[in-house]
């Protein structure tokens, strides 16, 4: 409104000018008004250079014709989605855009389970038991403190950060685990009637990961990060709910169970804007005894980015 009025005020002004005796050649040649509007607001003032010629590839431009005198109108175009690729936003923008398009910070939220030596589902002979129930098995991991070194702007970077992994196995109550030094056996479970029977292993980890974006647009941005995580496992529980003779217990041993103490993943997330899916693959053994074979932990699921 407030432009509006200017406008009213500026041609009724140059009106009643133009309608002034000429009293000199100058007046002959008519005067003009500029004014340059920039999203909806009032930029720049009155010009009275008769050779005045406004660059119309910059915005809208309005011209109105009194009698011995003109209005040009100059609407520059709001910002567009095309700012995202000037970063001449200051520093501060800049930062807050590079980390916009970094995939690291969040929750991932899915299934886990185990794999064989030779990275597939076919668990047989001495490792057949420690296939779990997939329906029941959850796997949810912290990613915080992401680090981005940019390579091409935000178009490919290198991304750190800390991960907090829980894998949770879960098993019928057909059999349970028994656990003797290094060694991990099953055995049934006898007159037990078992609700809950559950291995559960936690690590914190650091990733190293390669991160691409196709746009600098992040809800238009088709994204993809590889690398590998390094962990180490912090805490590992076998836990167990059952009724034995009518009477409900519950159970719980902590140590070492078997598990390797040392981990590493190879970890892909594939996403479009916010949405992003991801899946990671042990790389070390996820047991370390003298009774079984190697097998490998696997997750897979929904990435949240925070």
Not at 25 to 48: C, F, P, Q, W, Y
Not at 264 to 282: I, K, M, N, P, S
Request: with cysteine.
């Amino acid at each position: 409104m407030k432009t509006f009025a200017t406008i009213i005020l500026l041609c009724i002004g140059l009106a009643s000018f133009a309608q002034e005796p000429e009293t000199n050649d100058s007046l002959k040649t008519g005067k003009k008004a500029v004014l340059i509007m920039k999203d909806g607001r009032l930029e720049a003032g009155v010009s009275s250079d008769n050779t005045f010629n406004p660059d119309s590839t910059k915005g809208d431009t309005t011209r109105i014709e009194l009698k011995n005198a003109s209005i040009t109108i100059i609407s520059k175009n709001k910002s567009s989605d095309s700012d995202w690729e000037d970063g001449d936003d200051g520093e501060d923008s800049n930062e807050s855009k590079k980390y916009e398009l970094t995939w690291w910070n969040g929750i991932d939220i899915g299934v886990n389970g185990i794999l064989s030596g030779n990275h597939d589902f076919n668990l047989s002979g001495s490792t057949e038991f420690l296939e779990p129930n997939y329906g029941k098995s959850r796997y949810i991991s912290f990613n915080m403190g992401q680090v981005k070194g940019r390579i091409v702007s935000d178009y490919v970077g290198f991304t750190m950060g800390l991960t907090f992994q829980i894998y949770n196995y879960k098993y019928s109550g057909e059999n349970e685990f028994a656990f003797a030094g290094d060694s991990l056996f099953s055995v049934p479970s006898g007159d037990k009637n078992i609700t809950k029977n559950k291995l559960r292993a936690s690590y914190i980890g650091i990733p190293a990961m390669l991160e691409f974006n196709t746009s600098l647009d992040p809800k238009k941005s088709f994204h993809v990060s590889a690398g590998v995580i390094g962990k180490i496992k912090i805490e590992n529980m076998y836990k167990q709910k059952y009724n034995l003779n009518g009477n409900d217990n519950k159970a719980s041993i902590k140590g070492d169970l078997g598990f390797n103490r040392w981990g590493a993943d190879a970890l892909v997330r594939v996403g479009y804007g916010r949405f992003t899916l991801f899946t990671q693959v042990g790389l070390l053994p996820l047991f370390d005894n003298d009774n079984t074979d190697d097998v490998y932990s696997f997750a897979a699921g929904l990435f949240i980015k925070i």
